[in-house]
């Protein structure tokens, strides 16, 4: 028997399941709070994103909402999203042209980093360069993303597509979701380094900044699709455990 080719939007709720389910297993998420999303093909505007009071760890394909961010009574509806879910995506997916994919999240490590006064990812490893000046840092926390607040974040991110949301968490934007992923996955590995360096009480070694921004721009020019290629050996590893996440 033939199987059909899945539709890009088929896809796109595959993949992001995957990362909820994956996200969990890696200790990263927060009860049932934070939250992804990914635009459906068209003009950027309509996107999934997780269900209300739903784990990470139990979110299924066919679970994910369809939201439109332009539907001002998106909250009035019988299924309706978390209110910092609607808040945050639908202002980024609304204002924000190329965010794709939206992750947002309080892991433990860049939410540590977020809450110092010095908040610099400062280059000291190739994790840590990956992100050398690429880093968009807020440090007007007003509350929890709701109304005003969730307007104000699409205005931080400038050009930078990681932003480290000052006395709050983390966002990553990016133009698929195993990117986005794989930035996250990063990020949160980059601040671990980081904050241990920091527990030792020895002084930082930073590299310089022109080896520092070689690093980075190696990571950009790669050479393959290692985000995908990432994506799909998480998938392959949760389809041998359990693959309920494509149902």
């Not at 974040?153 to 934007?173: A, E, P």
């Amino acid at each position: 028997m033939t199987t059909q080719p899945l539709t890009a939007m088929q896809q796109s709720r595959i993949e992001l399941a995957a990362c909820f389910r994956w996200t969990a297993k890696m200790g990263m998420h927060e009860s049932i709070a934070n939250h992804f999303s990914v635009a459906v093909p068209g003009n950027g505007q309509q996107f999934l994103c997780n269900p209300q009071g739903r784990h990470f760890s139990r979110i299924k394909a066919s679970e994910l909402l369809l939201l439109d961010a332009n539907n001002p009574s998106t909250m009035n509806q019988a299924n309706a999203p978390d209110p910092t879910t609607w808040a945050i995506h639908g202002a980024l997916h609304r204002n924000v042209s190329d965010a794709h994919c939206i992750m947002h999240l309080h892991p433990r490590y860049a939410t540590a980093l977020a809450c110092l006064k010095d908040k610099t990812l400062y280059p000291i490893d190739q994790n840590t360069m990956r992100f050398y000046q690429r880093v968009a840092i807020d440090t007007g926390y007003d509350g929890m993303g709701l109304g005003n607040e969730a307007e104000r974040l699409t205005q931080c991110m400038g050009d930078k597509r990681i932003l480290l949301m000052g006395n709050h968490g983390v966002l990553v934007i990016a133009s698929t979701v195993a990117q986005c992923f794989d930035d996250m996955y990063y990020f949160e590995r980059a601040c671990r380094t980081l904050l241990d360096c920091y527990a030792t009480g020895q002084t930082l070694d930073p590299a310089n900044h022109e080896v520092a921004e070689k690093t980075a721009q190696q990571w950009q020019n790669y050479g393959f699709d290692f985000g995908q290629q990432h994506l799909n050996e998480l998938m392959a590893m949760l389809d041998k455990e359990d693959g309920s996440y494509r149902l």
